[in-house]
Structures are given as structure tokens and as C-alpha cells.
């Protein structure tokens, strides 16, 4: 699935919302605006899903499959870096031994602020 095929049914989640911004770098970023969207392995949310970090409340706006190599320095950016090559170090800095593919697939979940 693509981004643009985002009316096909999702798969089942393989994890929580609550689990999808763990790091304390990447909550500081969500929480400054910096960081607008998460790439995982798994799908952790569904769209309209509210996340909560310290107490602000994010909702869940897109939820979509995408590969590596499809990665713009805009994707990056959405993730609080400022290239694709920044954004594949920290990864690869996280997981250790994990292969950097273009054909690898991950699912991006899109979030804003919801003002209340």
C-alpha cells in the first residue's frame, strides 16, 4: 500500500498508540512541532486514534505504508531531521545491525495537535 491507496482497509495494528513515540528526543520534537509523523515497522494507530504525550493530546490524521527509498528530505523533516541522511543515522544508531533498504517497508503515521 501507498500513500496514495490510503482507502484500502488497513492490516490490524501490531502494537499501541501509546507506544508510538517512546524516545525522550522524540517527544521533546513532537511537543515543539518539530516532529509531525512517526515511521514504524508495524501499524501502532488508526487514523482519528488520540495520542497522549505529557499530558497534550495529538490525533492520528494518516496512517499509510511507504518504503525507504521513497524518503524525501520532507519526509524527514516531517520526522524532525533535517535530510534523509540525518534521519537514516539516528535510526540506524538505534538499531544496530539493521540493514538500510530502499525496498523496506514501513508504516508512516501522520499526527497534529489537537487544541483543546
Request: some cysteine.
Amino acid at each position: 500500500m501507498t500513500n496514495h491507496e490510503e482507502h484500502q482497509t488497513l492490516p490490524p495494528k501490531t502494537c499501541s498508540v501509546e507506544r508510538l513515540v517512546t524516545m525522550k528526543e522524540d517527544i521533546k520534537k513532537v511537543l515543539n512541532g518539530r516532529k509531525t509523523a512517526t515511521r514504524r515497522n508495524g501499524r501502532y494507530a488508526d487514523v482519528g486514534e488520540i495520542m497522549v504525550l505529557e499530558g497534550k493530546k495529538f490525533r492520528i490524521d494518516r496512517v499509510y505504508s511507504q518504503s525507504l527509498g521513497e524518503l524525501t528530505d520532507d519526509h524527514a523533516k516531517q520526522e524532525g531531521y533535517k535530510t534523509v541522511e540525518e534521519y537514516k543515522q539516528a535510526i540506524l544508531s538505534y538499531h544496530p545491525g539493521m540493514p538500510w533498504l530502499p525496498h523496506m517497508k514501513v508504516w508512516v503515521h501522520e499526527f497534529c495537535l489537537i487544541n483543546e
